[in-house]
């Protein structure tokens, strides 16, 4: 018997036995501390709203009628929130990911 045809029948008696999708779903629980991470990343996403909101109001309280200042005022309103809009969007672009991810 030729190697070729030994492996090609190898495989097919193999054939049923190979699991043909694989289906794993994130366990909650099978990781101690599970549920002190999610409340350490809430708390990091609180901290960062709260400091956008600060620079929010840094970046108005320096648009005096210094011409410098103006523009880092503004160019911190802008950082300020963009981080906002990342911060509280990122459970949602984090489930976008996941889903696209099963996709694949």
Partial sequence: MSTLILAVETATALGPLLPMQVDINPNDSGLPGIAQLRTIVGAVMTIGLILSVLAIVWGFGANS?????????????????????????????????WDVGQQV
């Fill in 65 to 97: 009628s210094n011409p410098h200042l103006a523009g880092r005022g503004k160019i911190g309103v802008l950082v300020s929130c963009g981080a906002a809009v990342i911060c509280g969007a990122s459970v949602t672009l984090i489930n976008f990911f």
